[in-house]
């Protein structure tokens, strides 16, 4: 790579509880095309790292492959990471979980890798409700592949090339709630106000938590007849703000009566749904399928927190795993000894 | 007409219907024979169904212990009319052929070359039993009873067995006893009892038998079991036949022995994926992630597996793969042995790649190679691949029982921990500080600012940093083949025989044979066949990938070798001929993919005929002249 990221930060940035900075929730410099979506989802997960005063270390980033999938070089360079296969992250993150359930994960993929290749594991990683936070970084094409249409993509929009896309667009956010998913949001790379606050939510939650986030791609993207442009995805817009307080922290915003609707996770945390017009009902998947499909009627993207079941199960609790990390066991507790393996041989004869 | 003599040395053979209940008799006839001391070595030959096609158990009963397959069948059990021509038409001259005669054999069936004796299976049945299910299922034990009088299978321990099978349900147990002493009494009234082909405890069993207290168990049980024992936390499959019943048997397992004595909870996991390349995926996680994973398959799975096999290798993740052979693609033969993944396995995947492969021969080595596995991996950072197959992983094989050293330690490799991180300087996940091509891992969460990487695919400087620079490339997976040498000296390393009965060299050329897995018995056996004849062949077992180098010593000691092996193209010939720059004329291939386990007549006909046509080259020598 021949860019270096400068290190020179202020000497008297803000730290967090754990006395970090926001720099050192920082990675590589980033390589993404100018102006990419994705570099403000990077942006906001640093954020909301920081924010949310997690040790970088103790997190672990797994991505599959596509621009999106580069993204976790660009933030958390403190922590392990995975750029693993096309479409198989989700197997990856579940296997991780299982290792070792004290840890925080953060997927990231794309439409490509998500609602194409990776279709079937995406499905049953929302099936199994493995413990982390998955984020789709959401352009309605393949970017590395230079610009042709992904399965994301709204029918009728126009690529790069001048054709209109032939298909249905597949909806990832109501997929995951019509599958069953514990949490699902959906935001808009340019509206960090929202999307901050998603993901600190989002890694909060116990259990599954998707994101599905309309980033767009300025070089393939980005133009007149694109319905995943800048201009349109702005023009389009019907966004529910949110805010997320976290466990043993004060409510600092005052909230208009009538405006605010607050949802307690299951760790104590806060996320309060913000709307002039309140009422939205996040605990009614029923409810969030049909406000989806509406928006969409009207030619809307609604961004928000979409659907959460706070008391939602993981997998390892599914699977009734030792609260002890299976990768932190020893020969004492995983090797059963030569007296056992003699009472089998007995059983053999 | 001729008879056939052997005691404890003749094949017996079932035919059955599948779904009938044929099996846990058939298991019962055998293990009464394991019972009584005698080498038994029974085999499943089963069709991909669930019920109504043909199914046949195969026993071979050996003296000297020899548990591969010979070849012919000396007595047949006939209970499906649905294979009963080629039923009759594989009996040896000589041999016997028992049948259900509630029904008269079609006379155009008859052969005057061996014995049939029929015995009103189905008759007998309706008389005593009240119900069609037990009718059914009875008429299996019914054969049992029967056999046991024509061979002389010891009563009680026959007894003995349905005791412990049912405990607690007098009801079965009576009605079974009954069963078996119904056919002993037909057999014994109708026909002269024992046959000259029948068991006999005691002097002509090897001593090599003798000396061990032997056990019974398939493979796939064994490498279930040196999962546990192995340390794995993490099993993460698809079904698929003939590996299932190694999670399965995992589960069962890790059910009554990982479960944590002070919470209940569990010290394990199994996810049964939404497919192959799901459960490649996982174990690929959980390893990246600290924790011992596997997962079991069989071809098509393996195929499946091979894109993240290429991840695993390049990114130098650990793995234990299980591949228990089948015949390729379902449908047809799905439910039958080869030995024919050797080349997908050994170069899995995209880009220059070489997989690390053990070959276990015994339940014995599937478990000890299963706890070898893991280290390997660990140690290698690499995936290993148990190279098993459907007639070592499903059927039931005696074996010298499992032994654990308790003092043995699970062998992580090099992982730095917290510690360790500090105590190094300029740590590079990928740099060769120790010159044998294995860098120094570091484990997600360990320490607040070092040790940190990116895993990724094919290229990176030595920092781990994203790299698309030649050099970087071609320094890695040199690197990456220098580690692959350096597994040369940790793999199972070959077991080389000299050729039985003889010091002195036989003639022009010196012989020999190598083989490996379940080709290996019926090898050992073909060999002593043939060495009686006054061929003289030395055996290599191949135990590994990469080949240890005692086996280019071996090919260069000897003029003509022979590869036994079960699939069409030689493929462990090829891999031996590549790999060690050998030409392939000196390589000759000793094949059978017919589906069914390969047998030594088969070996020894096929050795034989070779040299017969090498002509003066190779002179007979006999053990007496030598």
Redesign the interface.
């Given at each position: 790579m021949s860019f270096i990221k400068p290190k020179f930060r202020h000497p008297r940035l803000p730290t967090n509880a754990l006395g970090f900075t926001v720099a050192d929730y920082d990675g590589a410099i980033s390589t993404l095309c100018a102006g990419c979506g994705h570099d403000s989802i990077s942006a906001a997960i640093r954020n909301a790292c920081f924010k949310s005063a997690l040790e970088p270390h103790r997190i672990a980033k797994v991505s599959g492959i596509g621009c999106s999938s580069k993204m976790p070089t660009y933030f958390l360079g403190r922590s392990h990471g995975f750029n693993s296969v096309h479409g198989r992250m989700p197997s990856v993150a579940t296997g991780a979980s299982l290792a070792n359930r004290n840890l925080t994960y953060i997927g990231v993929s794309g439409d490509g890798d998500t609602a194409s290749i990776g279709m079937g594991q995406f499905i049953h990683l929302i099936r199994r409700n493995v413990n982390m936070t998955y984020i789709v970084a959401n352009n309605g094409c393949y970017g590395l592949t230079k610009g042709q249409d992904s399965a994301t993509a709204d029918l009728g929009s126009v690529s790069k090339g001048g054709a209109a896309n032939p298909f249905d667009g597949i909806d990832l956010a109501s997929l995951a709630v019509l599958q069953g998913a514990s949490f699902v949001a959906r935001s808009f790379s340019g509206d960090k106000d929202q999307l901050e606050p998603l993901i600190r939510a989002a890694m909060a939650h116990d259990g599954f938590a998707f994101i599905d986030v309309v980033s767009p791609c300025v070089t393939f993207n980005n133009h007149a007849g694109s319905t995943r442009s800048y201009g349109s995805t702005r023009d389009h817009l019907d966004a529910m703000p949110v805010d997320f307080v976290p466990v043993r922290e004060e409510i600092r915003a005052e909230y208009a009566e009538g405006t605010s609707h607050a949802v307690t996770l299951h760790d104590g945390s806060v996320i309060h749904l913000l709307k002039a017009d309140a009422g939205y009902a996040a605990d009614d998947r029923t409810g969030a399928l049909t406000a989806i499909r509406s928006a969409q009627q009207d030619r809307r993207i609604l961004t928000g927190l979409l659907f959460l079941d706070p008391n939602s199960r993981d997998l390892n609790d599914t699977l009734e795993l030792a609260s002890r990390p299976l990768n932190e066991l020893g020969k004492d507790e995983l090797c059963p000894g030569s007296k056992m393996l003699d009472s089998i041989n007995e059983g053999l004869r | 007409m001729k008879t056939l003599l052997g005691i404890n040395d003749f094949v017996v053979k079932f035919a059955n219907v599948n779904g009938t209940g044929s099996a846990s008799a058939n298991s019962l006839f055998a293990k009464a024979i394991f019972?009584m001391g005698i080498p038994v070595s029974p085999r499943n030959i089963f069709p991909s169904n669930i019920q109504g096609l043909p199914t046949w158990y195969e026993v071979r009963v050996s003296s000297q212990g020899y548990l591969g397959r010979r070849g012919g069948v000396d007595i047949m059990v006939c209970v499906n009319p649905q294979s009963m021509a080629d039923d009759i038409a594989s009996v040896e001259p000589g041999g016997y052929f028992i049948y259900d005669s509630t029904k008269p054999l079609a006379p155009q069936l008859q052969r005057d070359d061996i014995h049939f004796m029929g015995i009103p299976f189905t008759e007998m049945c309706m008389r005593e039993f009240p119900t069609p299910r037990l009718q059914q299922l009875l008429k299996n034990v019914v054969y049992v009873g029967a056999m046991a009088a024509l061979i002389e299978i010891d009563f009680s321990v026959l007894k003995g067995l349905l005791n412990t099978q049912f405990k607690g349900k007098e009801k079965l147990i009576s009605s079974n006893v009954h069963a078996l002493e119904m056919g002993f009494r037909y057999a014994r009234e109708h026909f002269d009892c024992p046959l000259p082909v029948r068991l006999q405890q005691g002097d002509n069993i090897a001593p090599h038998i003798r000396e061990f207290?032997?056990?019974?168990?398939s493979g796939n049980t064994a490498t279930a079991?040196g999962a546990?024992?192995g340390?794995a936390?993490?099993a993460?499959w698809y079904p698929i036949t003939p590996s299932t019943s190694v999670v399965d048997a995992f589960s069962k397992y890790a059910e009554r022995?990982?479960i944590?004595p002070g919470?209940g909870?569990?010290?394990?996991?199994?996810?049964q994926?939404?497919?192959e390349?799901?459960?490649?995926?996982?174990?690929?996680?959980?390893?990246?992630?600290?924790?011992?994973?596997f997962t079991a398959t069989s071809g098509p799975g393996l195929s499946l597996m091979s894109?993240?096999l290429g991840?695993a290798y390049f990114?130098e993740v650990p793995v234990v793969l299980v591949d228990v052979q089948r015949s390729g693609p379902s449908t047809g033969m799905p439910t039958r042995s080869q030995q024919s993944d050797v080349l997908a396995a050994a170069y899995a995947s995209h880009g220059d790649t070489k997989q690390v492969l053990l070959f276990p021969a015994t339940p014995r080595e599937c478990f000890d190679m299963t706890v070898d596995a893991f280290d390997l991996a660990d140690r290698l950072q690499t995936p290993v691949i148990m190279m098993s197959d459907l007639d070592l992983g499903m059927n039931d094989w005696m074996s010298p029982?499992?032994?654990?050293?308790?003092s043995r330690?699970?062998d992580r490799g090099k992982v730095l921990d917290a510690d360790g991180l500090e105590q190094m300087e300029n740590w590079g996940r990928y740099k060769d500080v120790d010159g044998d091509g294995i860098c120094y891992r570091?484990?997600?969460?360990?320490?607040?600012?070092k040790g940190?990487?990116?895993?990724?695919?094919s290229s990176k400087s030595e920092m781990a940093?994203?790299?698309e620079r030649g050099e970087d490339y071609v320094q890695n997976v040199d690197r990456l083949l220098r580690k692959f040498e350096t597994a040369k000296q940790y793999v199972p390393k070959p077991k080389v025989k000299n050729a039985p009965g003889l010091t002195k060299p036989a003639s022009d050329l010196k012989l020999g044979a190598m083989f490996f897995g379940t080709s290996a018995s019926p090898s050992y056996e073909a060999v002593e066949m043939l060495a009686s004849e006054g061929y003289p062949i030395d055996t290599l077992r191949i135990r590994a990938f990469p080949f240890h180098r005692s086996l280019d010593d071996f090919i260069h000691a000897h003029d003509l070798i022979f590869v036994i092996e079960q699939n069409r193209d030689g493929q462990m010939r090829r891999l031996i001929s590549n790999e060690c720059e050998i030409p392939p004329g000196k390589l000759t291939a000793v094949l059978n993919y017919s589906g069914t386990p390969i047998t030594a007549r088969h070996i020894a006909a096929e050795i034989r005929e070779t040299l017969n046509a090498a002509g003066g080259n190779v002179i007979p020598l006999h053990p007496e002249t030598a």
């Open positions: - | 019972r207290d032997h056990i019974l168990m079991l546990i024992y340390g936390t993490v993460a022995m990982r944590d919470t909870k569990k010290n394990f996991a199994v996810v994926a939404e497919d390349l799901a459960a490649m995926g996982m174990v690929i996680g959980a390893s990246w992630n600290g924790a011992r994973a894109e993240f991840l990114a029982p499992l032994e654990w050293d308790d330690q699970l570091t484990l997600p969460g360990t320490h607040p600012s940190a990487y990116f895993t990724r695919g940093v994203y790299s």
